[in-house]
């Protein structure tokens, strides 16, 4: 009498097992992909929504770079400083100057400036002695302060300060800082009277008055 055959429960055949994978693959293959389509959408639509707002108000964008660097610096010897003000002010340069004026150096300093249209910045001048790098005492020295129009931009800096005495070797050494005034409400940049940058300018010798 032949034995019957008895069922195996629990589990199946490798053909349906075989199957059964193939099926949950596939359905998380799509699944991903369609996922993956979607964040990609969104992601376009983000970038869209940004861009316009850019176009829209630029101001909002956030700035590739910061920075500031001097490059040049130049001096004018025997400029007294009623000639300076004059320069400063825009007056009349032949009206006659009323009493004594203090002999002195003109001095241009021009920096490139990137990202920090929203600030104000300083340029600071000090004579130093050209051998010992010894701070010259100056009785007076003045420069402007400046704001660049965009967040790249060369901006030049017109400052004067008293002269030493004929015969002296020294350099001109430019300080840039962050005044930390603000055009606007932002609050981007570097901390108040934080030195971005300085130059020494070549050596020269003091003239006596023209």
Aim: with cysteine.
């Amino acid at each position: 009498m032949p034995e019957e055959e008895i069922p195996r429960r629990g589990k199946s055949s490798p053909k349906k097992q075989r199957k059964g994978i193939i099926f949950r693959f596939e359905h998380l293959g799509g699944f991903t992909k369609w996922m993956i389509t979607w964040l990609g959408a969104v992601a376009s639509l983000i970038a869209a929504l940004v861009g316009a707002t850019y176009l829209i108000a630029p101001d909002l964008k956030p700035r590739d770079k910061l920075g500031a660097a001097l490059d040049r610096i130049g001096i004018e010897q025997s400029v007294d400083h009623a000639a300076y003000e004059r320069k400063m002010s825009d007056a009349d340069s032949s009206s006659p100057v009323q009493g004594p004026s203090p002999h002195g150096i003109e001095v241009l300093v021009h920096a490139s400036l990137y990202g920090y249209s929203d600030r104000f910045y300083s340029v600071e001048i000090t004579l130093l002695e050209a051998e010992s790098l010894k701070e010259i005492n100056a009785d007076l020295s003045t420069c402007e302060v400046r704001s660049p129009k965009a967040n790249e931009d060369g901006v030049t800096w017109r400052c004067w300060t008293s002269s030493p005495p004929p015969g002296t070797a020294y350099i001109v050494r430019a300080e840039i800082f962050d005044d930390g005034q603000y055009e606007g409400p932002k609050d981007e940049g570097p901390s108040d009277n934080l030195l971005l940058d300085f130059l020494d300018s070549p050596k020269f010798t003091a003239l006596p008055p023209a």
